[in-house]
C-alpha cells in the first residue's frame, strides 16, 4: 500500500510562494501517477494538479494555471507542488493522491495546511 506523507505548508501573505512536498514509501514510485488536491472548509476536495508517472506530462486546475507548478522526482519519490502568487482563495488542506499505472492500488496523504491571509 502506498504512504504518503506532504509537508511544506504554512501561513504566508498574498503574493507570496510556497512549495509543497510529498514523499512516497512502500512502492516503486515511478509506477504511480500523481496528483494535488485541496479542501478548503465547507467545500468538497478539488483537484488541483496531476503529473503522469514517467513522461512527466502535467495538468492544472484553471484557477491555479501560470501560477502553481508541479513536478516529481522518481530517484527521490517525491512530487511537489510550487505555488507563487498566492492567494487568500488557495487557502486549504492540500493533499496528494498516488495512483497506480495498472491496478487500483491508491492512496492519499495526509494533508498539509496552507493558509494566506495579510
Known amino acids: 500500500q502506498v504512504q504518503l506523507v506532504e509537508s511544506g505548508g504554512g501561513l504566508v501573505q498574498p503574493g507570496e510562494s510556497l512549495r509543497l512536498s510529498c514523499a512516497a514509501s512502500g512502492v516503486t514510485f515511478s509506477m504511480y501517477a500523481m496528483s494535488w488536491y485541496r479542501q478548503a472548509p465547507g467545500k468538497e476536495r478539488e483537484l488541483v494538479a496531476a503529473i503522469s508517472r514517467v513522461s512527466g506530462s502535467t495538468s492544472y486546475a484553471d484557477s491555479v494555471k501560470g501560477r502553481f507548478t508541479i513536478s516529481r522526482d522518481n530517484a527521490k519519490n517525491t512530487v511537489y507542488l510550487q505555488m507563487n502568487n498566492l492567494k487568500p482563495e488557495d487557502t486549504a488542506v492540500y493533499f496528494c493522491?498516488?495512483?497506480?499505472?495498472?491496478?487500483?492500488?491508491?492512496?492519499w496523504g495526509q494533508g498539509t495546511q496552507v493558509t494566506v491571509s495579510s
Open positions: 493522491f498516488a495512483i497506480h499505472w495498472n491496478t487500483d492500488n491508491a492512496g
